[in-house]
Protein backbone atom coordinates (compact mmCIF):
# COMPACT_ATOMS: atom_id res chain seq x y z
CA UNK A 1 0.00 0.00 0.00
CA UNK A 2 3.20 2.17 0.96
CA UNK A 3 4.62 1.89 -3.13
CA UNK A 4 1.00 2.52 -4.32
CA UNK A 5 0.64 5.65 -1.98
CA UNK A 6 4.00 6.72 -3.27
CA UNK A 7 3.64 6.40 -6.42
CA UNK A 8 0.11 7.93 -6.64
CA UNK A 9 2.38 10.94 -5.03
CA UNK A 10 4.37 11.05 -7.53
CA UNK A 11 1.80 11.12 -10.35
CA UNK A 12 -0.10 13.77 -8.68
CA UNK A 13 3.15 15.82 -8.34
CA UNK A 14 4.31 15.23 -11.83
CA UNK A 15 0.39 16.34 -12.83
CA UNK A 16 1.20 19.57 -10.98
CA UNK A 17 4.37 19.87 -12.69
CA UNK A 18 2.74 19.79 -15.97
CA UNK A 19 -0.07 21.92 -15.09
CA UNK A 20 2.42 24.47 -13.46
CA UNK A 21 4.44 24.58 -16.74
CA UNK A 22 1.20 24.92 -19.14
CA UNK A 23 -0.17 27.71 -16.72
CA UNK A 24 3.40 29.85 -17.44
CA UNK A 25 3.38 29.09 -20.52
CA UNK A 26 0.00 30.57 -21.26
CA UNK A 27 0.47 33.27 -18.80
CA UNK A 28 3.80 34.36 -20.30
CA UNK A 29 2.16 34.07 -23.95
CA UNK A 30 -0.50 36.67 -22.94
CA UNK A 31 1.93 39.46 -21.75
CA UNK A 32 3.68 39.43 -25.11
CA UNK A 33 2.78 41.89 -27.70
CA UNK A 34 2.06 38.98 -30.44
CA UNK A 35 -0.96 37.73 -28.34
CA UNK A 36 -2.42 41.37 -29.63
CA UNK A 37 -5.04 43.04 -27.41
CA UNK A 38 -5.41 39.68 -25.70
CA UNK A 39 -2.19 40.90 -23.44
CA UNK A 40 -4.34 43.73 -21.96
CA UNK A 41 -6.89 41.54 -20.31
CA UNK A 42 -4.47 40.68 -17.22
CA UNK A 43 -4.97 36.68 -18.41
CA UNK A 44 -1.56 35.92 -16.76
CA UNK A 45 -3.00 36.73 -13.02
CA UNK A 46 -5.73 34.44 -12.90
CA UNK A 47 -3.19 32.03 -14.31
CA UNK A 48 -0.71 32.84 -12.22
CA UNK A 49 -3.33 31.99 -9.02
CA UNK A 50 -4.23 28.85 -10.32
CA UNK A 51 -0.62 28.03 -10.07
CA UNK A 52 -0.47 29.16 -6.79
CA UNK A 53 -3.22 26.56 -5.36
CA UNK A 54 -0.85 23.35 -6.96
CA UNK A 55 0.11 21.80 -4.17
CA UNK A 56 4.03 21.98 -5.64
CA UNK A 57 7.06 23.67 -3.87
CA UNK A 58 7.02 27.82 -4.04
CA UNK A 59 10.13 27.55 -5.74
CA UNK A 60 8.99 24.89 -8.56
CA UNK A 61 6.39 27.67 -9.32
CA UNK A 62 8.65 30.36 -9.45
CA UNK A 63 10.94 28.57 -11.54
CA UNK A 64 8.27 27.56 -14.00
CA UNK A 65 6.65 31.27 -14.50
CA UNK A 66 10.38 32.70 -14.39
CA UNK A 67 11.36 30.20 -16.86
CA UNK A 68 8.61 30.35 -19.17
CA UNK A 69 8.70 33.92 -19.10
CA UNK A 70 12.09 34.34 -20.03
CA UNK A 71 11.86 31.83 -22.89
CA UNK A 72 8.64 33.36 -24.46
CA UNK A 73 10.05 36.83 -24.56
CA UNK A 74 13.22 35.54 -25.99
CA UNK A 75 11.73 33.86 -29.12
CA UNK A 76 9.83 37.39 -29.93
CA UNK A 77 12.27 39.62 -28.12
CA UNK A 78 15.95 40.58 -29.38
CA UNK A 79 16.81 42.19 -26.05
CA UNK A 80 18.61 39.95 -23.39
CA UNK A 81 17.81 42.58 -20.60
CA UNK A 82 14.07 42.82 -21.74
CA UNK A 83 13.77 38.86 -21.32
CA UNK A 84 15.38 38.35 -17.67
CA UNK A 85 12.99 41.20 -16.73
CA UNK A 86 9.99 39.89 -18.68
CA UNK A 87 11.24 36.63 -16.64
CA UNK A 88 11.62 38.20 -12.88
CA UNK A 89 7.80 39.73 -13.50
CA UNK A 90 6.20 36.32 -14.22
CA UNK A 91 8.20 34.44 -11.13
CA UNK A 92 7.12 37.58 -9.03
CA UNK A 93 3.47 37.28 -10.00
CA UNK A 94 3.33 34.25 -9.19
CA UNK A 95 4.70 34.43 -5.31
CA UNK A 96 2.53 37.78 -4.83
CA UNK A 97 -0.41 34.90 -6.05
CA UNK A 98 0.46 32.71 -3.27
CA UNK A 99 1.43 35.22 -1.12
CA UNK A 100 -2.42 36.74 -1.40
CA UNK A 101 -3.89 33.17 -1.02
CA UNK A 102 -1.91 32.44 2.18
CA UNK A 103 -3.66 36.24 3.47
CA UNK A 104 -6.94 34.92 2.41
CA UNK A 105 -6.64 31.71 4.39
CA UNK A 106 -5.76 33.92 7.64
CA UNK A 107 -9.67 34.77 7.03
CA UNK A 108 -8.71 38.40 9.54
CA UNK A 109 -9.94 41.36 7.84
CA UNK A 110 -5.96 42.99 7.78
CA UNK A 111 -4.87 39.58 5.71
CA UNK A 112 -7.71 39.88 3.39
CA UNK A 113 -7.03 43.32 2.94
CA UNK A 114 -3.65 42.89 2.33
CA UNK A 115 -4.50 40.29 -0.24
CA UNK A 116 -7.02 42.88 -2.07
CA UNK A 117 -4.34 45.10 -2.32
CA UNK A 118 -1.82 42.99 -3.41
CA UNK A 119 -4.27 42.14 -6.18
CA UNK A 120 -5.31 45.80 -6.99
CA UNK A 121 -1.21 46.53 -7.24
CA UNK A 122 -0.91 43.90 -9.42
CA UNK A 123 -3.58 44.95 -11.73
CA UNK A 124 -2.68 48.51 -11.42
CA UNK A 125 0.79 47.29 -12.46
CA UNK A 126 -0.73 45.72 -15.67
CA UNK A 127 -2.44 48.36 -16.99
CA UNK A 128 0.47 50.60 -16.85
CA UNK A 129 2.76 48.32 -18.59
CA UNK A 130 0.30 46.39 -20.77
CA UNK A 131 -2.51 49.09 -21.31
CA UNK A 132 -5.96 49.47 -20.69
CA UNK A 133 -7.96 46.45 -22.09
CA UNK A 134 -10.87 49.28 -23.01
CA UNK A 135 -9.02 51.29 -24.81
CA UNK A 136 -7.24 48.48 -26.47
CA UNK A 137 -10.63 47.47 -28.12
CA UNK A 138 -11.17 51.09 -29.47
CA UNK A 139 -7.90 51.34 -31.00
CA UNK A 140 -7.56 48.14 -32.86
CA UNK A 141 -11.08 49.03 -33.65
CA UNK A 142 -9.93 52.23 -35.52
CA UNK A 143 -6.78 50.64 -37.24
CA UNK A 144 -8.67 48.11 -38.66
CA UNK A 145 -11.36 50.33 -40.36
CA UNK A 146 -8.10 52.91 -41.37
CA UNK A 147 -6.58 49.88 -42.91
CA UNK A 148 -9.67 49.20 -44.77
CA UNK A 149 -10.67 52.18 -45.70
CA UNK A 150 -7.00 53.37 -46.74
CA UNK A 151 -5.54 50.47 -48.65
CA UNK A 152 -6.25 47.54 -50.76
CA UNK A 153 -6.46 44.80 -47.69
CA UNK A 154 -5.83 41.97 -50.47
CA UNK A 155 -2.22 43.34 -50.79
CA UNK A 156 -1.31 44.08 -47.50
CA UNK A 157 -0.84 42.16 -43.42
CA UNK A 158 -2.15 43.69 -40.25
CA UNK A 159 -0.45 42.88 -36.96
CA UNK A 160 -3.05 42.12 -34.05
CA UNK A 161 -2.85 45.41 -31.85
CA UNK A 162 -0.35 45.87 -29.12
CA UNK A 163 0.76 48.69 -26.48
CA UNK A 164 3.90 50.31 -26.96
CA UNK A 165 5.35 51.10 -23.42
CA UNK A 166 8.36 53.43 -25.03
CA UNK A 167 5.17 55.27 -26.63
CA UNK A 168 2.41 54.98 -23.93
CA UNK A 169 -0.02 54.11 -27.07
CA UNK A 170 -1.48 50.94 -29.06
CA UNK A 171 -0.18 50.33 -32.35
CA UNK A 172 -0.47 48.06 -34.82
CA UNK A 173 2.25 46.90 -37.77
CA UNK A 174 2.13 46.48 -41.49
CA UNK A 175 3.70 45.64 -44.56
CA UNK A 176 2.68 44.06 -48.07
CA UNK A 177 2.46 40.46 -48.81
CA UNK A 178 5.35 39.91 -50.67
CA UNK A 179 7.59 42.35 -48.81
CA UNK A 180 7.74 41.27 -44.96
CA UNK A 181 11.21 43.15 -44.87
CA UNK A 182 9.17 46.90 -45.24
CA UNK A 183 7.38 46.62 -41.72
CA UNK A 184 5.67 50.01 -40.88
CA UNK A 185 3.92 50.88 -37.57
CA UNK A 186 0.16 52.67 -37.20
CA UNK A 187 -0.31 54.38 -34.00
CA UNK A 188 -3.64 55.74 -32.20
CA UNK A 189 -2.54 59.06 -30.33
CA UNK A 190 -6.44 59.88 -28.94
CA UNK A 191 -8.80 59.77 -31.41
CA UNK A 192 -5.82 60.49 -34.28
CA UNK A 193 -4.09 57.90 -36.12
CA UNK A 194 -0.35 58.37 -37.11
CA UNK A 195 1.79 55.98 -39.92
CA UNK A 196 4.36 56.11 -42.45
CA UNK A 197 3.57 52.96 -44.34
CA UNK A 198 1.72 55.19 -46.91
CA UNK A 199 4.61 57.33 -47.91
CA UNK A 200 6.51 53.84 -48.02
CA UNK A 201 3.99 52.93 -50.69
CA UNK A 202 3.83 56.44 -52.58
CA UNK A 203 7.83 56.34 -52.72
CA UNK A 204 7.35 52.85 -54.31
CA UNK A 205 5.28 53.49 -57.03
CA UNK A 206 6.93 56.34 -57.32
CA UNK A 207 10.60 55.11 -58.00
CA UNK A 208 9.92 54.34 -61.95
CA UNK A 209 9.00 57.85 -62.29
CA UNK A 210 12.00 58.93 -59.83
CA UNK A 211 14.46 56.76 -61.61
CA UNK A 212 12.92 58.28 -65.19
CA UNK A 213 13.22 62.04 -64.14
CA UNK A 214 17.34 61.09 -62.72
CA UNK A 215 18.20 59.02 -65.97
CA UNK A 216 16.76 62.51 -68.48
CA UNK A 217 18.52 64.90 -66.38
CA UNK A 218 21.97 62.79 -66.35
CA UNK A 219 22.57 61.77 -69.34
CA UNK A 220 21.89 65.55 -70.65
CA UNK A 221 23.77 67.35 -67.65
CA UNK A 222 26.12 64.44 -66.11
CA UNK A 223 28.62 66.56 -64.59
CA UNK A 224 25.76 68.61 -62.63
CA UNK A 225 24.88 68.30 -58.61
CA UNK A 226 21.46 67.26 -57.78
CA UNK A 227 19.03 65.06 -56.50
CA UNK A 228 15.42 64.06 -56.81
CA UNK A 229 13.38 62.72 -54.40
CA UNK A 230 9.59 61.37 -54.05
CA UNK A 231 7.24 63.90 -52.43
CA UNK A 232 3.46 62.70 -52.79
CA UNK A 233 1.02 61.19 -54.96
CA UNK A 234 -2.22 63.60 -55.09
CA UNK A 235 -4.62 61.15 -54.74
CA UNK A 236 -5.69 57.34 -55.55
CA UNK A 237 -8.75 55.90 -56.86
CA UNK A 238 -11.45 55.74 -54.20
CA UNK A 239 -8.40 56.66 -51.39
CA UNK A 240 -7.32 52.94 -51.65
CA UNK A 241 -3.50 52.27 -51.96
CA UNK A 242 -1.80 49.16 -52.64
CA UNK A 243 2.23 48.90 -52.46
CA UNK A 244 1.47 46.48 -55.83
CA UNK A 245 -0.57 48.51 -57.62
CA UNK A 246 0.61 49.11 -61.46
CA UNK A 247 -1.60 52.20 -62.55
CA UNK A 248 0.36 55.08 -63.80
CA UNK A 249 0.04 58.10 -61.43
CA UNK A 250 2.50 60.33 -63.30
CA UNK A 251 -0.20 63.04 -63.11
CA UNK A 252 -1.05 62.91 -59.96
CA UNK A 253 3.02 62.97 -58.43
CA UNK A 254 4.99 65.51 -56.95
CA UNK A 255 8.82 65.34 -56.97
CA UNK A 256 11.30 67.98 -55.44
CA UNK A 257 15.04 68.55 -57.24
CA UNK A 258 17.32 69.23 -54.35
CA UNK A 259 20.24 71.49 -56.01
CA UNK A 260 22.84 71.44 -52.96
CA UNK A 261 25.62 73.70 -54.91
CA UNK A 262 26.57 77.48 -53.70
CA UNK A 263 25.66 79.03 -56.62
CA UNK A 264 23.78 82.56 -56.81
CA UNK A 265 20.38 83.29 -57.33
CA UNK A 266 20.63 83.50 -61.66
CA UNK A 267 22.53 80.66 -61.69
CA UNK A 268 19.90 78.60 -59.76
CA UNK A 269 17.04 80.28 -61.93
CA UNK A 270 19.46 79.16 -65.01
CA UNK A 271 19.36 75.46 -63.56
CA UNK A 272 15.76 75.74 -62.83
CA UNK A 273 15.10 76.45 -66.55
CA UNK A 274 17.35 74.06 -68.58
CA UNK A 275 16.40 71.23 -66.07
CA UNK A 276 12.35 72.05 -66.95
CA UNK A 277 12.99 72.80 -70.81
CA UNK A 278 14.64 68.95 -70.69
CA UNK A 279 12.12 67.12 -68.95
CA UNK A 280 9.36 69.11 -71.08
CA UNK A 281 11.17 68.28 -74.44
CA UNK A 282 11.45 64.53 -73.24
CA UNK A 283 7.66 64.44 -72.30
CA UNK A 284 8.52 63.20 -68.53
CA UNK A 285 5.05 64.47 -67.15
CA UNK A 286 3.98 64.56 -63.63
CA UNK A 287 1.54 66.69 -61.86
CA UNK A 288 4.07 69.09 -60.17
CA UNK A 289 7.85 69.90 -59.80
CA UNK A 290 9.69 72.23 -56.72
CA UNK A 291 13.58 73.11 -56.78
CA UNK A 292 15.42 73.61 -53.44
CA UNK A 293 18.57 74.76 -52.97
CA UNK A 294 21.28 77.21 -53.56
CA UNK A 295 23.22 78.87 -50.87
CA UNK A 296 22.14 77.83 -47.48
CA UNK A 297 19.61 76.08 -49.16
CA UNK A 298 17.66 79.25 -49.19
CA UNK A 299 16.37 79.45 -53.09
CA UNK A 300 12.90 77.66 -53.76
CA UNK A 301 10.50 76.93 -57.16
CA UNK A 302 7.44 75.49 -57.85
CA UNK A 303 6.64 74.54 -61.21
CA UNK A 304 2.73 73.24 -60.88
CA UNK A 305 1.72 72.65 -64.31
CA UNK A 306 2.12 68.79 -65.61
CA UNK A 307 5.81 69.19 -67.50
CA UNK A 308 4.73 67.34 -71.03
CA UNK A 309 1.80 70.34 -71.41
CA UNK A 310 2.33 73.36 -69.65
CA UNK A 311 -0.68 75.35 -70.74
CA UNK A 312 -0.34 78.86 -71.90
CA UNK A 313 -2.27 80.42 -68.76
CA UNK A 314 -1.94 79.06 -64.97
CA UNK A 315 -2.20 79.98 -61.71
CA UNK A 316 1.00 81.90 -60.61
CA UNK A 317 3.14 80.80 -57.39
CA UNK A 318 4.61 83.11 -55.68
CA UNK A 319 7.98 81.88 -54.25
CA UNK A 320 9.46 82.15 -50.34
CA UNK A 321 12.53 84.30 -49.07
CA UNK A 322 14.81 86.31 -51.24
CA UNK A 323 12.70 85.49 -54.45
CA UNK A 324 8.74 86.63 -52.85
CA UNK A 325 9.20 89.56 -55.89
CA UNK A 326 9.51 86.87 -58.83
CA UNK A 327 7.07 84.49 -59.86
CA UNK A 328 7.85 81.05 -61.81
CA UNK A 329 6.66 81.90 -65.36
CA UNK A 330 8.84 84.48 -64.99
CA UNK A 331 11.77 82.83 -64.14
CA UNK A 332 11.26 79.69 -65.89
CA UNK A 333 8.86 80.95 -69.01
CA UNK A 334 9.53 84.90 -69.69
CA UNK A 335 8.00 85.08 -72.81
CA UNK A 336 4.44 83.62 -71.03
CA UNK A 337 1.79 86.62 -71.11
CA UNK A 338 0.89 88.05 -67.95
Known amino acids: MDKEHQIR ?4 EYVNIALSCLLAFAGSYFILPRSGIFSTLMLIIPFAFACAVLKLKWWVKFVSFAGFGYIMSTIYSNSVTQSVITGIICGVLVMLAMLSIWFF ?3 KLVYTVAAVAIIAVTAAFHFTVMGNPF ?3 RSESMIKKYVSDNYDINYVILSGTYYDRSMKTF ?4 YGKNDPTAVYSIYVFGNTLTENYNKYVEYTLMADKRLEITETLRGKYPDASFYVNQQSISGFPE ?11 SKRMCFGIYIPSDITMSEFKARIKAYTITLCDEDTGVKELFFYGGIADSYFRIIPAYLSAIPQTYRRYAVTHNLTEEYICRSVYPNFPE
Do not use: C, H, V
Request: aromatic share 12%.
Open 135 to 137: EAF
Open 171 to 174: RADI
Open 9 to 12: QNLI
Open 105 to 107: KKR
Open 239 to 249: GIMSPYDTADY
